[in-house]
């Protein structure tokens, strides 16, 4: 049976964001896929960002993967073994800031400008983004390239289920 893994990068459990995750959920499910929802805000979580404390690239450990263990380490294995993994948060945002409103035309330079502005969509977690692009050993650059073209190729499916909310 194929995972999915679905995670709400949003601070709102009933936001747009939300509410698309649950209608992909929907139709994974429908096509048979076992799937999970994480809220990254649920309060039973228990996580912190970088302490910088270099353990993660110290010799003999594992480059990029945090040493501290905390409710986030599960998640985000979890992450690295799904079949599927979907993430809503800070990219749809930068969708919604442009002038399309869409992906179609945004550009991993651009993406990355907003993701560098610590207050554009200061409620999504930057180091959980970059410790599951290290658990999976990709560049954070191809994280979220691969994230845009993903985006890309079911976007208008997106309006359209967003148009029936």
Same mark, same amino acid.
């Not at 499910?29 to 912190?48: P, Q, W």
């Not at 410790?131 to 190729?153: E, H, I, N, S, Y």
């Not at 208008?156 to 909310?165: G, P, Q």
């Given at each position: 049976?194929?995972?999915?893994?679905?995670?709400?990068?949003?601070?709102?459990?009933?936001?747009?964001?939300?509410?698309?995750?649950?209608?992909?959920?929907?139709?994974?499910?429908?096509?048979?896929?076992?799937?999970?929802?994480?809220?990254?805000?649920?309060?039973?979580?228990?996580?912190?960002?970088?302490?910088?404390?270099?353990? #993660?690239?110290?010799?003999?450990?594992?480059? *990029?993967?945090?040493?501290?263990?905390?409710? /986030?380490?599960?998640? %985000? $294995? &979890?992450?690295?073994?799904?079949?599927?993994?979907?993430?809503?948060?800070?990219?749809?945002?930068?969708?919604?800031?442009?002038?399309?409103?869409?992906?179609?035309?945004?550009?991993?330079?651009?993406?990355?400008?907003?993701?560098?502005?610590?207050?554009?969509?200061?409620? #999504?977690?930057?180091?959980?983004?970059?410790? *599951?692009?290290?658990?999976?050993?990709?560049? /954070?650059?191809?994280? %979220? $390239? &691969?994230?845009?073209?993903?985006?890309?190729?079911?976007?208008?499916?997106?309006?359209?289920?967003?148009?029936?909310?």
């Amino acid at each position: 049976m194929i995972k999915a893994l679905f995670i709400n990068g949003s601070p709102r459990k009933n936001g747009n964001t939300a509410q698309l995750l649950k209608r992909a959920m929907d139709g994974a499910r429908e096509a048979g896929a076992e799937v999970e929802l994480v809220n990254l805000y649920d309060r039973s979580l228990n996580y912190k960002g970088c302490m910088s404390c270099f353990a #993660c690239k110290l010799k003999g450990g594992k480059k *990029g993967v945090c040493s501290f263990k905390d409710d /986030l380490q599960p998640i %985000l $294995q &979890k992450a690295v073994e799904a079949d599927v993994l979907v993430w809503g948060g800070l990219i749809g945002a930068a969708a919604w800031m442009r002038p399309s409103k869409c992906v179609q035309d945004m550009e991993l330079k651009s993406l990355k400008k907003k993701y560098k502005s610590k207050g554009f969509a200061a409620g #999504c977690s930057r180091e959980v983004i970059e410790q *599951g692009a290290a658990m999976l050993g990709w560049p /954070l650059d191809d994280v %979220l $390239q &691969k994230t845009l073209d993903a985006m890309r190729a079911c976007e208008s499916d997106v309006a359209s289920e967003m148009e029936k909310l």
